[in-house]
């Protein structure tokens, strides 16, 4: 395997990760809920996890509608 391959894996690993699992425990107070910022839920939304998640949204919807446009041009198709 090249370095290239090795980090595009990385890379795929992270991002479902990311997907899976938005929330990690809270780097300020390391899942001890001492510190405000938290508001004591130990947990924090990790860096990243929004764009991943909107970027798949954004790609179920792209898939929505190619699948929309293609029942509307067949339906068109059977009329005379
Ligand atoms: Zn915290």
């Known amino acids: 395997m090249t370095v290239a391959a090795v980090i595009l894996l990385a890379a795929a690993v992270w991002i479902g990760s990311l997907y ?8 300020r107070c390391h899942g001890q809920g001492h ?3 938290c508001k004591g839920l130990r947990r924090a939304q990790r860096l990243g996890s929004r764009t991943v998640h909107r970027l798949a ?6 898939a929505e509608r190619t699948r929309q446009q293609r029942a509307t041009s067949a339906s068109r ?3 005379p």
């Open 20 to 27: 899976l699992r938005p929330f990690g425990r809270c780097p």
């Open 77 to 79: 198709e059977d009329q």
């Open 57 to 62: 949204r954004s790609i179920r919807a792209e």
């Open 35 to 37: 510190v405000r910022t």
